[in-house]
């Protein structure tokens, strides 16, 4: 029982990190209707920044400077790419975002190599122990900052202009448009947004217990896809929701990997997409996600 208790917690806390990366898509979507694949190399890049800038001007430095990284790079990709495009149907910019993913990934993999940098979080490999339950330090910390963002994140979206200004956007862009609203510059903060909460994400799947930064970091990212497809894509709540469920099922499966072995190896990064394809067959539209309704 000790276990499973302790796995459902760790589960939380993993799936409060997924939630702020899920939460970058939903934002970019309801913002401008376009599905980011590139948001894993976003956060890959954030990571890489931190993690080469840790050791000349120090950790927070370095994290400050790696969320701007990944939000400057992420505005570049909406201004240079999605924006001359923005008329394209949703497939077509979902496969530019994906090229954009490759492109980058491939450029960060490269200068990575082999290597696997150290993120130099000042907790390092601190467990954190209560009521029997050990859980990483640095899974704690991402838990209070996810539940802090997250309802910073809320109170923006509900009481700002520009949270005003994105809700419209949403809603119908060309009415929003000819109401004053500046569409490019909503989308250039949601697209900033989206790619400072990769970067946070970003230090916290490669703190403790994670072996650090490596190539591969962007591809753990699309993780969340589940999360927010589970969500709905249009649906803040339902990124937190789908990121907190995604995580528990991750851990839960890894952590009981020897009583499934009847199952197949690996199926902690394959029960995601099960539990995803299960609820879509129910809702569709995801747990919380808007439907289309068509009157003919």
Avoid: C
Avoid at 4 to 32: E, N, Q
Avoid at 131 to 158: H, Q, Y
């Amino acid at each position: 029982m000790n276990q499973f208790v302790t796995l459902v917690v760790g589960g939380l806390f993993l799936g409060s990190i997924y939630s702020l990366v899920a939460l970058g898509f939903v934002t970019v979507f309801k913002a401008t209707q376009v599905i980011n694949f590139a948001q894993g190399s976003v956060l890959l890049l954030g990571a890489y920044v931190i993690a080469r800038a840790h050791d000349s001007i120090g950790f927070w430095p370095a994290v400050v400077l790696g969320v701007l990284a990944a939000a400057v790079a992420a505005v570049l990709i909406d201004a240079v790419f999605i924006r001359r495009v923005r008329d394209a149907d949703l497939g077509t910019l979902a496969i530019l975002t994906l090229g954009i993913d490759i492109l980058l990934l491939t450029e960060l993999t490269r200068r990575i190599g082999t290597d696997v940098l150290n993120i130099g979080a000042p907790w390092g490999s601190d467990v954190v122990e209560a009521l029997g339950i050990r859980i990483p330090a640095s899974r704690v910390i991402a838990g209070g900052v996810a539940m802090v963002l997250v309802a910073g994140f809320w109170a923006a979206f509900k009481f700002t202009d520009w949270g005003i200004a994105m809700r419209s956007a949403a809603e119908d862009g060309e009415t929003a448009s000819l109401m004053g609203i500046r569409l490019n510059r909503v989308a250039a903060a949601a697209w900033a947004l989206a790619g400072a909460l990769a970067a946070i994400g970003g230090l916290f799947l490669t703190s403790f217990p994670a072996a650090g930064v490596t190539g591969g970091v962007g591809l753990v990212a699309l993780a969340a896809i589940p999360a927010v497809v589970l969500g709905g894509f249009d649906s803040p709540a339902g990124a937190v929701v789908g990121g907190l469920i995604i995580g528990v099922v991750s851990v839960l499966t890894a952590g009981y990997q020897q009583e499934l072995s009847f199952l197949g190896r690996g199926l902690g990064g394959v029960a995601p997409y099960v539990v995803m394809l299960l609820v879509l067959l129910v809702r569709p539209s995801g747990l919380f996600g808007t439907r289309e309704i068509t009157r003919v």
